[in-house]
């Protein structure tokens, strides 16, 4: 995957991979109203050849699953922000624990974020998605989603340009 796809400093563990740089990527410009953009056509072709529009349907999959079953809105930072915020860094820990078959981790995370009578079909789409990766040799970092280096600031500022997706809410997570 190419590096350029990147937005986070150098040893943002949850980041390496270019499928979760792609992954976070693409669910801020999703969060920004955004769908399937030339941009993230050409990410997912170049990240998943031959399987770009499937990976990118079961990515998308996931987050309405999210939208369905979760216990709140996601907090999700603007595309090129340099930080991952807790939740993006959670999403990759759900995919990462599917990845490792760590059964206990994977149901830990999920609760986090979801109800759990709506938990299965996230947990459904969560595996697909986690296999889809492994399939093309993109392998997600475990990593702790206490430390994902986003600020803790109060509310965050609201976006001036369109409309939010109601089921994400972007964090602004600029200098200062």
Not at 16 to 39: P, Q
Not at 143 to 153: K, Q
């Amino acid at each position: 995957m190419r590096d350029d796809l990147g937005e986070w400093r150098a040893g943002d563990d949850s980041a390496e991979c270019g499928g979760g740089r792609l992954l976070v990527s693409t669910l801020r410009r999703t969060a920004l109203g955004h769908g399937c953009t030339h941009l993230i056509r050409r990410d997912f072709a170049v990240a998943f050849p031959g399987d770009a529009n499937e990976v990118f349907a079961t990515f998308r999959a996931f987050l309405q699953a999210l939208a369905h079953a979760g216990r709140r809105k996601l907090r999700v930072a603007y595309p090129g922000a340099p930080a991952l915020t807790p939740d993006e860094t959670l999403l990759l820990a759900i995919v990462a624990a599917a990845q490792a078959g760590d059964e206990a981790l994977f149901e830990a995370h999920l609760c986090w974020l979801t109800l759990p009578e709506a938990r299965h079909a996230v947990a459904i789409t969560a595996r697909a998605l986690a296999a889809a990766l492994v399939a093309h040799g993109q392998w997600l970092r475990m990593s702790d989603p206490r430390h994902s280096g986003a600020p803790h600031s109060g509310e965050p500022e609201t976006h001036e340009h369109g409309p939010i997706k109601t089921w994400l809410k972007p964090v602004f997570m600029g200098p200062g």
